[in-house]
């Protein structure tokens, strides 16, 4: 397994498992975790959703790229979809190399990549409400006769005004 989608728990040692080989020297993971707090606001909790097929086909289009780009690493990942609380895990990936740098790098390049191109939405709950995160309807963009951003009430109804 390079890439998949979960509703349940996230394994680390799962993942791994699926870099691990003789030839590597070195073995990142990356854990993204649910936080408490997002650009001022409160978080209790976080729901994800997803195209499953098309959230897995692209990951793992991801991972091959990375792996042909970056002599002798191996990548494997898991994102969760489904409520998640404070502390629990969203996303894991591992990468392995013959050396720590190749590593890192490939972690780190794995989670822009996603966080840019793979069709995973965020929804973050709290006292204010519910919010959907690095979205914005394009009904509602700047220049669009309304002109700002929707908000969202806690029952995923856009407000008005």
Not at 59 to 83: F, N, P, Q, Y
Not at 131 to 160: F, M, N, T
Request: glycine share 12%; aromatic share 6%; proline share 4%.
């Amino acid at each position: 397994m390079k890439a998949d989608l979960r509703e349940t728990g996230l394994s680390v040692d799962e993942v791994i498992a699926n870099v691990k080989r003789p030839g590597a020297g070195g073995i990142a993971v990356f854990i993204g975790v649910v936080r408490d707090e997002n650009e001022g606001r409160i978080v209790s909790r976080i729901e994800y959703s997803a195209y499953g097929s098309m959230v897995k086909r692209e990951m793992t289009k991801i991972v091959e790229e990375l792996e042909a780009e970056m002599d002798g690493v191996r990548l494997c990942v898991i994102h969760r979809t489904g409520s998640l609380v404070v502390g629990d895990a969203a996303v894991v990936c591992a990468a392995s190399a013959p050396h720590r740098g190749e590593a890192f790098r490939a972690c780190h390049e794995f989670i822009d990549r996603i966080k840019a191109r793979v069709p995973i939405w965020k929804r973050e709950w709290g006292p204010h409400g519910a919010a959907w995160i690095g979205w914005e309807d394009a009904r509602c963009a700047p220049g669009h006769v309304h002109g700002a951003p929707a908000q969202v009430d806690v029952h995923g109804a856009v407000k008005s005004g």
